[in-house]
């Protein structure tokens, strides 16, 4: 039986650019393509991560647990102040911090992909989605551990979950997309200038503090406005109600949030699909 040959490939000065029907087409057709490469690159980096520690993936729970300890530790001495909360307040501000750990590692996944992948993609040539979908997996594998943690949490302090829990998974995913968005936009701009990761650091920082992780979403004064126009709030917000309460105050902001993060991944893909080729030349 004769072996179907690869499609032949014809490289032109041409931008691809000026055929987006094309470019789209080859763009799903190598994220199809890739999966079984994505999936062996992210067994990989797992077994290489959690071989020689001896906590293990417990590493995925201490930064969000270490930062609710802290916060509750803050309310409950009187150093901070915080309007009542739905659920009891550790449970509470647990559940915000993994939510926010989870969009800062989506963000921070397409960066990681191209520090962690360097030499593999110097040498060798293969659908570069492939080292995204592997960060993707790494994020998700990661908050299924945390969400193991929380479950355990929700039981110590009896909380009661509504059934809209399972829409939450879509709440989530737009979360990550949001930052992977993020991600993508800003990987060109990461690689050529340097003072723009340090400058990230001190931006999410303050955006942690934006985010409403510590403190119900503030009806009133100038933290309010920027806590509404903060894009991760409705995409936080609404994955919290969907888990405890079920009434979704801000189904409206939640749907444009969406419907933006969408058209950004779409866009963000794109950018990320016609500069690698030019990371890359600066890699080798």
Not at 24 to 33: A, K, T
Not at 119 to 132: C, D, G, N, S, Y
Not at 207 to 221: C, Q, R, V
Not at 244 to 250: I, K, M, P, R, Y
Request: hydrophobic residues 55%.
């Amino acid at each position: 039986m004769r072996k179907k040959s690869r499609p032949e490939v014809i490289y032109t000065p041409e931008s691809r650019v000026l055929h987006p029907i094309q470019l789209f087409r080859e763009m799903f057709q190598d994220l199809f393509g890739c999966r079984e490469l994505a999936w062996r690159l992210l067994s990989r980096n797992i077994r290489a991560e959690y071989r020689r520690s001896f906590m293990g993936i417990a590493w995925a729970i201490v930064p969000p647990a270490l930062t609710a300890a802290g916060l509750t530790f803050a309310n409950n001495t009187g150093l901070v102040r915080v309007d009542k909360t739905d659920i009891p307040y550790p449970a509470y501000v647990m559940l915000g911090t993994i939510l926010w750990q989870t969009f800062l590692d989506a963000l921070n996944s397409p960066q990681i992909a191209i520090d962690t992948s360097r030499p593999l993609l110097a040498q060798v040539k293969f659908p570069h989605e492939a080292i995204i979908l592997t960060q993707l997996g790494q994020v998700l594998f990661n908050l299924s551990i945390k969400l193991v943690f929380l479950i355990v949490l929700f039981l110590l302090f009896k909380v009661s979950v509504s059934w809209t829990i399972i829409f939450a998974p879509i709440a989530f995913i737009i979360l990550i997309l949001l930052g992977v968005s993020i991600g993508l936009w800003l990987v060109p701009v990461m690689n050529l200038v340097q003072d723009v990761s340090r400058a990230m650091e001190v931006i999410t920082l303050v955006w942690f503090f934006l985010t409403p992780i510590a403190y119900p979403t503030p009806s009133s004064g100038i933290l309010s406005v920027l806590v509404k126009l903060n894009p991760v709030t409705p995409l936080l917000v609404t994955a919290q109600e969907l888990i405890t309460t079920g009434e979704l105050s801000q189904l409206t902001l939640f749907l444009i949030m969406s419907v933006i993060t969408l058209v950004g991944f779409i866009l963000g893909w794109l950018i990320y699909r016609l500069s690698i080729p030019f990371l890359i030349e600066r890699i080798s």
